[in-house]
Structures are given as structure tokens and as C-alpha cells.
């Protein structure tokens, strides 16, 4: 079984950055695409960032390009999500999802529904 853990939310003000964290346990996660998912209140989860297996494959949602970068350490086991220039609408329980299918690319995984394993979230919260 897998297991994910997200840190690195909190409070900033509208233009700051946060640095999440998604560490993976109970399998070696290099072979398997990860991604950001977030869901404000009062509205359904949406995409927001992948990656592939192969760490140069990667994929954002058009609200977040130019702003957010997701990458992964695959010797720590872990995905990252750089935010930067945060803007209110940013304001969401960020979570992080894997895949039970090796090899997938960050295209194949950038939809609700895709992934087998979530972790708990983070909350981010964006001040005006």
C-alpha cells in the first residue's frame, strides 16, 4: 500500500510562494507519474500539476503556468510543488495523488480519477 504525506501549506499574502512536499512510503514511486490536485471550498477538485515518471515530462493546468513548477527527488522519494506569485484564487486544499500504473505520462494523469492513492492535503491559503 502506498502512502502520501503533503506538507509545506500555510498562509501567505498575494504574491508571496510556497514550497509543497509530497513524500511517498510503502514503494519505490520513480517508476509512477505523481501529481497536484486542489479543491477550494464549495467547488470540485481540479488539476493542477503532474509529472511522469520521467521527471523531464510535465504537465500544468493553464491557470498555474508560468507560476508553479513541479518536480521530484526520486532518491527522497518525493514530489515538490514550487508555487510562486500566488494570487488569492490559489486559496485550495492542495493534494498530491500517484498512480497504480507504471510508465504513465504526465498528460495521461492530469485528470480527476487517474490516480489510486491521494494523500490527506494541505491547506493554502492566499491573503489579497
Known amino acids: 500500500q502506498v502512502q502520501l504525506v503533503e506538507s509545506g501549506g500555510g498562509l501567505v499574502q498575494a504574491g508571496g510562494s510556497l514550497r509543497l512536499s509530497c513524500a511517498a512510503s510503502?514503494?519505490?514511486?520513480?517508476?509512477?507519474?505523481m501529481g497536484w490536485f486542489r479543491q477550494a471550498p464549495g467547488k470540485e477538485r481540479e488539476f493542477v500539476a503532474a509529472i511522469g515518471w520521467s521527471a523531464t515530462n510535465t504537465y500544468y493546468a493553464e491557470s498555474v503556468k508560468g507560476r508553479f513548477t513541479v518536480s521530484r527527488d526520486n532518491a527522497k522519494n518525493t514530489m515538490y510543488l514550487e508555487m510562486n506569485n500566488l494570487k488569492p484564487e490559489d486559496t485550495a486544499v492542495y493534494y498530491c495523488g500517484t498512480d497504480r500504473t507504471p510508465f504513465s505520462t504526465a498528460q495521461a494523469v492530469a485528470r480527476l480519477g487517474s490516480f489510486n492513492f491521494w494523500g490527506q492535503g494541505t491547506q493554502v491559503t492566499i491573503s489579497s
Open positions: 510503502g514503494r519505490a514511486n520513480s517508476r509512477y507519474a
